[in-house]
């Protein structure tokens, strides 16, 4: 594979796009800061196929990344190849309003072919070529300018890695057909709603053990505001408030400005100040939530009830059944709230309950929740075992 100086003019930057797109799929990766900002700071762009490396530095004075953007959202023949990659994904949303399409996450793949929930990069690059990667440079200031030799090495070993271990993984998708397990999944990564956070949902991040709809309301408007305040100023959403205190003025909130001066987690000057002026505005335009926006109640504790409670943990213990069986992460088969859902007598809407997830998990737990399976130890392991009708009888 050759690699490529660092690009830091146009004129190379549409030499090196021409090298690859047209290329089967190009390995993807980003590096960038965004501790002391709302909007993630991009630093540097990896890029690799099969043949061709280079890092890109959108940094660079003059430089316009809008030919290797346009490969990125705009060439559906190119599948684009992360790891973890919603951050990354995340950027090229905010600099183009679209995400990458076609695309493929090495470590939702890898959640098909082995137990591991998040496989780590080192991780998976120790499992597929054998290599125990140096990670003197992972903690970079990525911002700081000449980049050095070792971290421009470091930066495109990401992608040259990643760009030899996906034909090898895909190969072996393909070998024991879970592909297509993971449409869904690469869908989901790729959806544009999910990295387009409109103000007045931001409230749903945030926990507020009331259900009052004035409270939960008040925590709706504050979220929004927050919102706003932490984009104009580019700031972190916990620069300007943190998610507990701002859960803390919903649930309790102070009948004028300077109550806000009492209020743990902000400063005294709140009480005074613009931008505690403009958290009251908020707090006096909230209007309760309405019925049909408030959050369901998720099916577990007193909700699902005990006896629902054993048979979800039942559910549970299936899963970590199945997945051993399939050497499978269970994850991607099934989650807790939909063993829940299932344990307390839903059966509609519920991912397990349809398609491949079916076929593997689904249906046995249907099985044992209506009681035709049940545990069973055998040469030693815990396994299902099919009941006879008539069976087992209640007490």
Known sequence: MKIHPLIETNAALVQFVDLIKNSDFIAVD????????????????????????AAIDPMAPGIDLKPLLDLMVDNEDVLKVFHAGGQDVEIIFNLTGRTPHPIFDTQVGQMALGQAEQVGYSNLVEAWLGLQLDKGARFTDWSRRPLDRRQIDYAIGDVTHLAK?????????????????????????????????????????????????????????????????????????GRIVKDETLADIAAHPPKSQDGLGGV????????????????????????????????????????????????????????????????????????????????????????????????????????????RVGFA????????NAIEPGAASEE
């Open 30 to 53: 980003t590096e960038f800061m965004r501790e002391n900002t709302f909007w993630p700071e991009l630093c540097l762009i990896q890029v690799a196929d099969s043949d061709h490396a």
């Open 165 to 237: 271990i996906f034909p090898m993984m895909l190969k072996k998708l393909v070998k024991t057909e879970r592909g297509h397990w993971l449409d869904e999944e690469m869908e989901k990564l790729a959806d544009p709603a999910g990295y387009n956070i409109d103000p007045e949902k931001a409230w749903l991040r945030i926990k507020l053990p009331s259900r009052k709809p004035e409270a939960l309301g008040r925590l709706k408007a504050l979220a929004a505001w927050r919102e706003r305040e932490a984009r104009a100023k580019n700031l972190p959403r």
């Open 264 to 371: 743990r987690g902000l400063s005294a000057t709140w009480k005074a100040n613009d931008i505690g002026a403009r958290l009251m505005d908020a707090l006096a335009v909230a209007q309760p939530l309405p019925k049909e926006d408030m959050p369901d109640r998720t099916p577990r504790g007193p909700g699902l009830g005990k006896e629902g409670v054993l048979v979800a943990d039942l559910l549970k213990l299936l899963l970590k059944i199945r997945s051993r069986e399939l050497n499978v992460a269970a994850r991607l088969i099934a989650r807790s709230d939909d063993l829940e859902a299932l344990a307390a007598g839903r059966r509609e809407n519920i991912s397990m309950m349809q398609g491949w997830r079916y076929d593997v998990f689904g249906h046995a737990a249907l099985d044992l929740v209506e009681g």
């Open 377 to 384: 130890v055998r040469h030693g392991k815990l396994v299902m």
